[in-house]
């Protein structure tokens, strides 16, 4: 007889059995929304939340994450390079090794919050990184979502966490105010928080970035084409080019959904205008960029990585096929880094959705900080 024991333990064997089918691989995805595949990595490695789309394994050990609260100064992992020099002064009222809002920094005309993350050991004329979340993210899911206030700790940098000020916190990148040099709305007081870095707490305004997931990634590509004053770098996790989203005369922080589907296709001079519109009469240096996307992105489709590409290549003058190609021995297999010129790199992830998981890391070093 086919008896209630059995169905018990069918019941009780069946998600066990699941569970055995895989480990997923170094670097891997082992969870996130909507994730089917294994949640366990190969030994060595941990399941690490990079955010509420992915997990990856992550060779190591246990990490906790970064400290919410005030804690006493960390340790530098042994090996590392100690940064010297004491807190440059502005600096100094600012508790380490927490996340801590700042207020009063400048125009902020859509009251964007800014928080602050200064690590133990400030570097002197240290580098500023502004790391712009995800919709539906906030500048403390983002904080303790990624690495950036963890390896500060090693590097001695300083970052800022901007919030979304907009019911479903994505950011404006679709007004004309937004994309415009000065021109109002969130870039502008992303701008303002990074320009009060650099004029009082001693940041080397020649090492001030931009990173940024999905919506925070469209919005590093507008700081970058908006701000390239201010910013001499941008790393794009899975966004659209600047100026995509562009709906002006509509309420700031509209949804662009033929961008966002990949529709929006233009030559890559009419990408660049883009650029150019956003501060008109500007003739100095572009931030250098490297994007990331992926092939099985259905929330801003990987069509946006080739018309991305197309408008950096043309601002820095850039044949448009890649100088090299090339698989990276740190990266997934499926990953493939284009290489077009010293200021513009773009990564596509073989079947990888919304979003690409950070590789901080690998940020840091093309930022010139590790
Ligand atoms: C965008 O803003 C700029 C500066 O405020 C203004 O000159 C321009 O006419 C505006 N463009 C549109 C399309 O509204
Ligand atoms: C780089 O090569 C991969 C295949 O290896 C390809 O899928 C990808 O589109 C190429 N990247 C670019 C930017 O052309
Ligand atoms: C891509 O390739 C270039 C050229 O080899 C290299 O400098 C860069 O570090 C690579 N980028 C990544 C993300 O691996």
Redesign the pocket.
């Known amino acids: 007889m086919f008896g209630f024991k059995n169905v018990l333990s069918l019941a009780v064997v069946l998600p066990m059995a699941r569970l055995a089918v895989g480990q997923a691989a170094e670097w891997g995805q082992c969870g996130g929304i909507g994730w089917t595949g294994a949640t366990t990595c190969v030994s060595g490695n941990v399941c690490t939340k990079l955010n509420d789309y992915y997990s990856q394994c992550q060779p190591g050990s246990v990490t906790s994450p970064p400290p919410t609260s005030t804690v006493p100064a960390t340790t530098p992992p042994p090996g590392t390079t100690t940064p010297t020099g004491s807190a440059p002064p502005g600096l100094s009222s600012i508790p380490a090794s927490t996340l801590h809002q700042i207020t009063g920094f400048g125009t902020n005309p859509n009251n964007v919050a800014v928080y602050v993350y200064k690590p133990a050991r400030v570097a002197a004329n240290p580098p500023l990184i502004v790391a712009s979340h995800y919709c539906g993210g906030s500048a403390q899911a983002y904080y303790t979502g990624s690495k950036f206030a963890q390896l500060s700790e090693t590097y001695g940098y300083v970052v800022l966490y901007p919030s979304s000020p907009h019911s479903g916190s994505c950011w404006d990148v679709s007004s004309n105010e937004t994309l415009t040099h000065n021109g109002g709305s969130d870039s502008l007081g992303i701008a303002s928080a990074a320009r009060y870095a650099i004029a009082n707490w001693g940041v080397d305004a020649n090492r001030v970035f931009a990173v940024g997931t999905s919506s925070g990634a469209m919005m590093t590509n507008v700081l970058a084409a908006a701000y390239p004053d201010i910013f001499k770098a941008g790393i794009v996790d899975s966004g659209v080019p600047a100026g995509c989203f562009s709906l002006p005369g509509q309420p700031e922080d509209s949804w662009n959904s033929q961008c966002s589907q990949g529709q929006l296709v233009l030559t890559g001079q009419q990408w660049a205008q883009r650029v150019y519109d956003a501060y008109p009469g500007y003739t100095g240096a572009r931030p250098k960029m490297?994007v990331w996307h992926g092939t099985a992105d259905t929330t801003l489709y990987p069509q946006n990585f080739y018309e991305t590409i197309k408008q950096w290549t043309t601002v820095f003058g850039y044949p448009s096929t890649p100088i090299?190609n090339?698989s990276?021995p740190?990266?997934p297999s499926g990953y493939s880094?284009a290489?077009y010129g010293p200021n513009f790199?773009a990564?596509l992830a073989q079947g990888v959705g919304h979003t690409v998981p950070l590789?901080e890391q690998?940020y840091l070093?093309?930022l010139g900080i590790a």
Do not use: A, G, K
């Open positions: 490297q090299s090339v990276e740190y990266l880094n290489t790199q990564i590789f690998q070093q093309f």
